[in-house]
């Protein structure tokens, strides 16, 4: 009967070890969620002005807002983080100058995820970070000409379009009790790393409105300098910069 003793023994050594170890990483994991909203700017080929929106080399659009929620969670000091955005952009101007009218509006409905890495300050309750992520990014939007030389008069809308993109994020967490802190945070997300494209929508018709009737931000095949129907000659790069407020709750 003594035999079974050491036996016995290791049995719940090799228990409260595993007991020691898991409660160890519960006490290291940490789950927070909250929402914002923000401050959403085009950059690169994104941004620009309605007469280049109109000439095929920009998308012409200016600052807008952003809502979003966000998901923060961390095991053994890996954090990984999960968003939801929805930005929106707009701009209005002439199409040449002095000449027609252009009403030009374009959002951006985003899935993000990535890593996110803590730059500890002793005994100060502010934490900063920096980060990056891959998103997933849905392009819609419309586009009204009003009296615009080679256009018909009308309000189009912009074929849906997905593109891939990445971001960098960089920001501090202020404290606010145990269960809330404030995110405030700066990114630049290049929204369409992946999947370029040029799209005829109605490759029955040879016609200037298609180069505006969905994303296109890859160049025209059939581009040809001083061509008034075939405009876009060169990919274009869409890019945007978003200051973010983001109220979190939990540990």
């Not at 890996?78 to 955005?85: A, K, S, W």
């Not at 009790?177 to 945070?185: E, F, K, P």
Request: a neutral charge.
């Amino acid at each position: 009967m003594n035999s079974s003793l050491p036996f016995l023994s290791r049995i719940l050594s090799v228990f409260a070890i595993i007991t020691l170890a898991v409660g160890a990483v519960q006490a290291q994991v940490t789950l927070q969620v909250g929402g914002g909203a923000g401050l959403a700017l085009p950059a690169s080929d994104y941004a620009g002005t309605t007469i280049e929106y109109y000439n095929g080399t920009k998308y012409g659009l200016a600052s807008g807002l952003n809502v979003h929620a966000k998901a923060r969670v961390g095991v053994l000091g890996f954090r990984l983080t999960g968003e939801v955005d929805y930005s929106t952009f707009s701009n209005d101007g002439e199409a040449q100058p002095g000449q027609g009218a252009v009403e030009i509006s374009q959002k951006v409905f985003a899935f993000k995820v990535g890593p996110e890495f803590y730059i500890g300050l002793p005994a100060v309750p502010v934490t900063p970070y920096i980060g990056a992520n891959v998103a997933l990014n849905r392009f819609s939007g419309q586009a009204k000409f009003q009296g615009v030389a080679k256009l018909p008069s009308a309000t189009y809308d912009l074929k849906s379009a997905t593109r891939i993109g990445v971001g960098f994020t960089g920001g501090v967490i202020l404290k606010f009790g145990v269960l809330t802190s404030l995110d405030l945070g700066v990114s630049y997300d290049l929204l369409n790393t992946s999947g370029k494209a040029w799209e005829d929508d109605n490759p029955t018709q040879d016609q200037r409105i298609d180069s505006y009737l969905t994303l296109n931000d890859d160049k025209d095949p059939l581009y040809k300098a001083g061509d008034d129907k075939h405009i876009i000659g060169n990919a274009r790069t869409i890019n945007a910069v978003q200051i973010k407020a983001t109220i979190m709750f939990g540990l």
